[in-house]
Every structure is written in C-alpha cells, then in structure tokens.
C-alpha cells in the first residue's frame, strides 16, 4: 500500500478533508485525477467505481480504502478483465464476480440475526446499482 492510499483512505474514513498529489478527499468522497472512485452514500453506504479507468492505481486505491475501512473484498485484473473477490479465508464457497470498470458498487455490513453469538458473522450487502443486482456474502 501505498503512503498517499493509506493518508487519504484515513481522512475519508474520518470524514476530513485531505489533498495529496492527484487524489484528495472531502471527507465525503474520494478523487482521483477528478473522477469520484468512493463515496458515502445517504445511507452511509459505502459506493466505489473505477470510473472506467480499470488501472493499476485505480485498483491500489480502492483496495486501500477497503483495507482501512475493514472491508473484506478487492479489485483486481487477470486477462484484462476486472473482478471483485471477497478476502477473508475459511469460506465454503468463494465469491468472485467480473465487474464493469465503470459502473458502481455499493457495500453494507450488517450482523447476520441467526447467529447473534458469533462476532464474525457478518453479511455483505454488495450493490451493483447499474444493473440493480444485490449479492448477500455471509463472513
């Protein structure tokens, strides 16, 4: 990871402001040469889009930004086709699906309510808000 993803993954989380060569965030959202690649949603919804610019820097950054924000999940490319992966091992059944480099995706966790008494259970919301198709990912 690099130091600028790491110093502006930080203030987004914190909702400050910060500049650093060509990315900055207001807290609300993250540019990256002037393209928004993550933002809040009105539900507190974390929304992410590589604004079809599937680059390696693209990538850093929004993996960085799921780094520090704790979610389990990242971008990345194998034959010119970009994929989102869930990261966390021990799953039964792994979840990787080919994304669209300019469409957007949204990421809520919620606790799973069947399993109260195990705090790693966790379940994914994952929002492909283009093609308005949702993917439930229990941790």
């Known amino acids: 990871m690099r130091k600028v993803s790491l110093d ?15 990315t900055s965030t207001d807290g609300k959202r993250i540019l990256l040469h002037g393209n928004e690649i993550a933002s809040w949603s009105d539900d507190n919804d974390l929304v992410v889009s590589m604004c ?9 950054r929004i993996n960085t930004l799921f780094y520090v924000l704790d979610v ?14 869930h ?24 606790k799973d309510l ?8 966790d379940v994914w919301h994952i929002k492909h808000m283009e093609a308005n198709h949702e993917y ?4």
């Open 72 to 85: 389990p999940f990242c971008f990345y490319q194998k034959d010119h086709v970009q994929f989102l992966r």
């Open 87 to 110: 990261q966390k091992s021990g799953l039964e059944d792994s979840f990787t699906t080919d994304i669209r480099s300019g469409d957007h995706y949204s990421f809520h966790k919620q």
């Open 8 to 22: 502006i993954a930080h203030a987004f989380k914190g909702k400050d402001k910060r500049s650093i060569s060509n």
């Open 136 to 139: 439930l990912i229990k941790r």
């Open 114 to 121: 069947h399993s109260l008494f195990d705090t790693n259970s």
């Open 52 to 60: 079809n610019w599937p680059t390696p820097t693209t990538r850093e």
